[in-house]
């Protein structure tokens, strides 16, 4: 089909350009596809619509620009070869070969059918990335995606008070420092996701964590004041009669700011006008043998272990802030021991089977190979020794449950693993810097190592006695075993499996 229309004229010379040949055309139109694409998806990302949320930023900043350099690419190659033909017929003195000349109907039809074609793809990629973007941006996609790799964390986010606060707003910070870093992140995650070249159990702590101050102080403001809490632990005995033991405590948290009050109590760390700076001699940050401390008004304290000699490298120190003790304010996963008493106090577990904590906790803190041989063998062990009992099968759901939710054999997940910093019962915690063995260079004694410096004893022990709240506090009293004079600190005891363990 090469002859010309009617009415059209005569064909003139055709013109001789490399730029007229289909390869050419399509790599532009796929060219020209993608820089629409990765216009969309600047777009969205400029507006903020991600926040930053890396995914975006793979398909705006490798995706559309690798299908654009491929366009690019193939549109050169066309010219080039088109150029070398013409050359070579030019050589041989042969006529030129016909180019794409739209005065031809056949060229125009073709011409038509790719224009076409490239609205549909225009349209297509506009949708599929918009719809695409929205995915990448849900919480699920970075749970669920990564499935088996994030699965734990995942799990315990949505059990928290943060359930409903993305991912993104605590992973990626604000401003274009965190969006290109949390960019390149993204790629390398995905990479080592899909070679299956990862960690199990995922490291922690994050060292590329955003800063406390452009994460979490976003929406907790560090000067807000929260005043004292009060707080119930309800817990139970590893005894026969599962005997129930709680205590309240009333937590200076204070503030760290003056608009309520000066700063003062726990959130005095988060007072803007202090810096705390910490060496730790482990990755996880639980050893702590020197910190110093600077005030606004000049005053510099260092204090230190007897055990710590010289000084320590300035480029290890970190400057301490929230996330020193809410290590995991999103993803919690509970020790055996605060789960069962947690699931005793709800109802879930049946209190009135005998020995059911100890019991309960034995049965969680075994090795199971797989989450499926735990639930068998949780199962399996519960109805030998109870029987069919009276409450016996919604305590089997429950320790399954209490499993399910914080035991992640495949992944090698659980509290043992990622330790909480928040108190000092079952990890040194807060004991880490506030005890006995800091001392300043003057011999001065690390501040709030009291019992009562972080927090008032209101009420302890079952029944009745909870009733009768002493508002200046009591001394506590440990349940079973006196504890008074052995010199030791919680942690050497208790570390969340049962005491026997
Ligand atoms: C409220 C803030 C917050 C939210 C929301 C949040 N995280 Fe985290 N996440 C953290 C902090 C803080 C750490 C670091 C813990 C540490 O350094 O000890 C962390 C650690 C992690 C880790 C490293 C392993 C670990 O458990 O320490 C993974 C993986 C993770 N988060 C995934 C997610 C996923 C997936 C989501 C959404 C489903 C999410 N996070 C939501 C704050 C958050
Ligand atoms: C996007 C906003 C947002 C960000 C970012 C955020 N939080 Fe929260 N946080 C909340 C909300 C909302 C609650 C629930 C308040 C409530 O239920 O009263 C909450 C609750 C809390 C609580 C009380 C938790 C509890 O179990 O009762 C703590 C502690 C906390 N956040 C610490 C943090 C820390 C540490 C970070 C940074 C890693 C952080 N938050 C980041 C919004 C946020
Ligand atoms: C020295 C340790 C420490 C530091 C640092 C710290 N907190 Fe806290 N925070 C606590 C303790 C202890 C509580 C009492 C509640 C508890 O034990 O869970 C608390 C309570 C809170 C609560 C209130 C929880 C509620 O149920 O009302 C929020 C929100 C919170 N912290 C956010 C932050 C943020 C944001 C920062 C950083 C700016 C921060 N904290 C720094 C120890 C700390
Ligand atoms: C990295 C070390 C470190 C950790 C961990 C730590 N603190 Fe502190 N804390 C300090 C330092 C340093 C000071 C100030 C010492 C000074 O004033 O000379 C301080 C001061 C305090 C004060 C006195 C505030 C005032 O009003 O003067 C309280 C209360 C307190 N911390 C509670 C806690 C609690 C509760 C935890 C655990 C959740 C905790 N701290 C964890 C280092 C730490
Ligand atoms: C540096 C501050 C600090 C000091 C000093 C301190 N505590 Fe605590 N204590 C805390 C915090 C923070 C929690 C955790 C609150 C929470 O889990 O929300 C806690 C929790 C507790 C609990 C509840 C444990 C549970 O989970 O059932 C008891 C009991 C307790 N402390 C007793 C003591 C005794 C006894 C001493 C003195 C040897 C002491 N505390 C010294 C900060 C402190
Ligand atoms: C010498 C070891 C030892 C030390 C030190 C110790 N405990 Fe205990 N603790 C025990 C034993 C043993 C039990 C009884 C176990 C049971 O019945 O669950 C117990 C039980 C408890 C219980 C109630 C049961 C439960 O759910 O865990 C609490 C709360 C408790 N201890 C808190 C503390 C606190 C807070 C400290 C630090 C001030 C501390 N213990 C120090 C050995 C110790």
């Known amino acids: 089909m090469t002859q010309t229309s009617p009415g059209e004229g005569p064909p003139g010379p055709a013109p001789q350009s490399g730029w007229r040949n289909w390869l050419t055309i399509a790599g532009a ?53 088109r150029r070398r033909e013409l050359a070579r017929l030019r050589g041989l003195g042969q006529a030129m070969p016909i180019e794409i000349d739209l005065s031809r109907s056949r060229d125009r039809t073709i011409l038509k059918v790719f224009i076409g074609g490239a609205c549909v ?23 669920e995606v990564c499935h088996s790799v994030m699965g734990p964390e995942l799990t315990a986010y949505r059990r928290n008070a943060h359930a409903r606060v993305a991912c993104v707003d605590c ?25 299956n070249r990862f960690p199990r159990p995922i490291p922690t702590p994050i060292h590329n964590l955003r800063p406390a101050r452009e994460t979490c102080e976003r929406c907790h403001w560090p000067e807000k004041r929260t ?45 803007p006008d202090s810096k705390v700076e910490y060496l730790a001699t482990d990755p996880q940050r639980q050893v702590i043998p020197w910190m110093r401390v600077t005030e606004k008004g000049g005053r510099v304290t260092v204090y230190r272990t007897k055990a710590f000699k010289g000084e320590p490298d300035p ?39 005998p020995s059911i904590k100890k019991t309960a906790v034995d049965l969680l803190t075994q090795t199971y190979a797989t989450s499926a041989q735990a639930r068998d063998q949780i199962a399996a062990g519960l109805r030998k020794k109870y029987g069919a009992a009276k409450g016996v099968d919604g305590t089997i759901e429950a320790v399954q449950a209490v499993y399910r939710h914080n035991f992640f054999p495949e992944m090698k997940a659980d509290w043992s693993q990622y330790p909480e910093n928040i108190g000092h019962m079952d990890t040194a915690g807060c004991f880490r810097c506030h005890d006995e063995k800091h001392v300043a260079e003057g011999g001065a004694k690390m501040p709030a190592t009291d019992c009562d410096s972080c927090h008032v004893i209101l009420a302890q022990g079952a029944g009745a006695e909870l009733t009768q709240l002493s508002t200046g506090g009591v001394a506590f009293k440990h349940p079973s075993t006196d504890i008074e004079g052995l010199g030791l600190t919680c942690s050497d005891c208790h570390n969340g499996k049962n005491q026997d363990n």
């Open 315 to 353: 480029a290890a120190l970190r400057t301490m802030d929230c996330l020193d003790c809410h290590n995991r304010p999103a993803h919690r996963f509970s020790t055996p021991n605060d789960a069962v008493d947690e699931a005793l106090y709800l109802g879930r577990m049946d209190v009135s089977l």
């Open 121 to 143: 793809y225009l349209v297509l990629t506009a949708f599929g990335s918009y719809q695409t973007y929205l995915y990448t941006e849900s919480d699920s996609f970075c749970g």
């Open 29 to 81: 139109i796929l060219a020209s596809g993608s820089l629409f694409a990765f216009f969309l998806l600047l777009a969205l990302d400029l507006m903020g619509k991600g926040r930053g949320n890396p995914y975006l930023g793979i398909l705006c900043y490798v995706v559309a620009p690798s299908f654009l350099a491929f366009g690019l690419a193939v549109a050169a190659v066309g010219f080039v070869r």
């Open 171 to 195: 992973h990626v910070g604000e401003g274009a420092k965190s969006y290109i870093s949390a960019k390149i992140n993204g790629v390398h995650q995905l990479v080592d996701i899909t070679l």
């Open 227 to 271: 005043g004292d809490l009060e707080r119930i632990q309800h817990r139970y005995l590893a005894d026969a009669t599962n005997s129930p033991y709680s205590v309240t405590l009333l937590l200076k948290v204070g503030g760290g700011g003056t608009v309520h009050g000066v700063p003062g109590g726990i959130h005095w760390h988060t007072n």
